[in-house]
């Protein structure tokens, strides 16, 4: 198997009743971690790339970095552009190798989100590149843009068919309460997804994939372990699992975590350097960061999104 779009995951997700995890890469290691749950576990994967992680790692890196992750378990793997900020910048990813991109134009007018989005997919598809676009405001932080919660707003159920019957886009990202980041919602609240919303634009969009973004669930343990070995960060909760199992066994196709991977980092280096205190080999404190993210990432598989067993 080499790349390969989502078209075909998604539509045995839907039929399945599962979902496709999309997982952030920005290194070597969590390309790794990923990856190996992933072949293991006989997973079809989306590995995204944000326009801070491309900066990071910097295009061919990541692009030789997928590849190696292909050969090593022959996994369908699909290598999306999250969060695109331009036409330009998706273009670039089309052109350099990507077969999915994310063009987000969701804090703009409607009128101009629906025009980008235009170019990017009319761009894209002649490529045989698939196109995710945003309807709706999450809030949180994503690369430098922070939308506060009273700046984010829910999806509007009466705009999905005219968005992408004039858009043309592959798939959908929609806001119904998740949202970006570790600190999504104050402890001892209890969230609580819209799943209402998502009933009316699966009715709406029948046999449409559905992409949920903001979808960490921000383990308490992994929090406390921080905090335990010199970190400080504020108490928050984040999206429950069981609502994202619903989701998953809806219209919702794709789900995105990146912040769990990151708790689960940099909780093991935390604890590896306080336990270790005169180890200055990278090898010695990422090994056990990649075998972190290899357990988050099983977990989801196997315990969230059901696409265990589905490659
Ligand atoms: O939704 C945003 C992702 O978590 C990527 O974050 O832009 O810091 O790489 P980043
Ligand atoms: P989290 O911050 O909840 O992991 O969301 C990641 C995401 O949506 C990437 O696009
Ligand atoms: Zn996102």
């Not at 999306?80 to 089309?94: P, T, V």
């Not at 052109?95 to 025009?115: Q, R």
């Amino acid at each position: 198997m080499g790349l390969v779009t989502s078209t075909e995951m998604f539509k045995k997700a839907y039929e399945g009743g599962y979902a496709i995890g999309a997982f952030n890469v920005n290194n070597m290691e969590i390309v790794q971690g990923i990856t190996e749950a992933a072949g293991e576990l006989r997973a079809p994967l989306i590995l995204q790339v944000s326009k801070g992680a491309r900066a990071y790692a910097n295009h061919t890196y990541l692009m030789k970095l997928v590849e190696a992750a292909i050969a090593e378990t022959d996994l369908p793997i699909c290598l999306h552009l999250d969060h695109g900020d331009s036409f330009e910048l998706c273009k670039d990813c089309i052109d350099g190798g990507f077969t999915s991109v994310m063009i987000d134009m969701s804090s703009k007018s409607f009128e101009e989100n629906i025009a980008v989005t235009k170019q990017v997919v009319d761009y894209a598809h002649d490529k045989g590149v698939v196109v995710e676009a945003e309807l709706g405001t999450l809030a949180g932080i994503e690369d430098e843009v922070v939308v506060s919660a009273e700046d984010s707003s829910y999806t509007r159920p009466e705009d999905v068919e005219e968005f992408v019957t004039r858009t043309g886009c592959d798939s959908l990202a929609i806001a119904i309460g998740t949202s970006h980041g570790a600190y999504k919602f104050k402890p001892g609240t209890k969230p609580q997804l819209r799943f209402d919303i998502l009933e009316e634009v699966e009715k709406r969009l029948p046999n449409f994939p559905i992409v949920l973004h903001g979808a960490s669930s921000v383990p308490q343990d992994f929090v406390a372990k921080i905090n335990e070995f010199g970190g400080n960060m504020p108490g928050a909760i984040g999206v429950p699992e069981d609502q994202l199992r619903k989701a998953a066994s809806m219209a919702v196709c794709k789900i995105n975590i990146d912040s769990d991977l990151r708790l689960a980092m940099t909780a093991s280096i935390r604890e590896h350097l306080a336990n270790n205190p005169a180890d200055f080999d990278p090898r010695q404190y990422l090994k056990p960061a990649r075998a972190a993210i290899k357990a988050m990432v099983a977990h989801k598989i196997t315990d969230v999104l059901g696409c265990n067993g589905k490659a």
